[in-house]
């Protein structure tokens, strides 16, 4: 069974440029979590989707993150415009319900 | 969730048991205790979680007090491939699905 997946794995972008990460959940998991660890940080929550719903999305830091998931499979993460305290890396789990949370690799984001 | 205090940093001989402890109090009666990893950059790696009987799998054992309110992880025998970040995590399973709350975590060092 394939894992979680994350695209790409690296990013090197400008101040002011638009970066989207993917992410491929475990095949069947209707959850799916988005994460991120600034420099320094602790891994922090970003929101959750149940399906193509977002159930939290608390976590968001501002509008200028964007998450969808249409059709309720793969999931993208827009920042847009980048700004430099967005450099980290970019965790998205999935779950069956409310079962265990299994991780992707991540994204690392370098925002220069 | 309930709160949950690790030590910081541990040192653990390799092919020694690690014993990994978390502090959590205040748990509630209906949440359970998550262990992950995680390895340098890698995604969080799933380890193992119980609600209050101890529970054991192929990568470790998890001893839950009887009170609840503080747990230990042991890794049997501990590799150079176990040091890693060790985050204790306490969340209420729901039909939802929770964010998971990752804390500082125990940064286990494991020495030839």
């Known amino acids: 069974e394939a894992g979680v997946t994350q695209f790409p794995s690296h990013s090197v972008i400008e101040k002011g440029q638009t970066v989207t990460l993917r992410c491929d959940p475990i095949s069947g998991h209707d959850n799916l979590y988005w994460y991120r660890r600034v420099m320094g940080k602790e891994i922090k929550f970003l929101l959750h989707f149940v399906k193509e719903s977002k159930q939290d999305e608390s976590g968001m830091p501002n509008n200028r993150f964007l998450a969808e998931r249409t059709g309720g499979t793969y999931s993208t993460l827009k920042v847009q415009p980048a700004e430099l305290e967005d450099s980290g890396v970019y965790f998205c789990?999935?779950?069956?319900?409310?079962?265990?949370?299994?991780f992707g690799p991540g994204t690392r984001l370098l925002v220069l | 969730d309930a709160k949950t205090t690790q030590p910081p940093s541990m040192d653990c001989a390799e092919g020694r048991a690690a014993n990994l402890p978390c502090n959590h109090s205040t748990i509630s009666g209906n949440e359970y205790v998550y262990w992950y990893r995680q390895i340098h950059s890698q995604g969080p790696q799933y380890i193992i979680h119980g609600l209050k009987n101890n529970e054991t799998n192929e990568m470790a054992s998890l001893i839950i007090t009887e009170d609840r309110k503080s747990s230990t992880l042991i890794l049997p025998h501990a590799t150079l491939r176990d040091t890693a970040v060790y985050y204790c995590i306490v969340r209420v399973a729901g039909n939802s699905g929770y964010a998971l709350n990752f804390g500082k975590g125990t940064s286990l060092l494991v020495t030839p």
């Open positions: 789990a999935s779950s069956h319900r409310q079962e265990t949370q299994y």
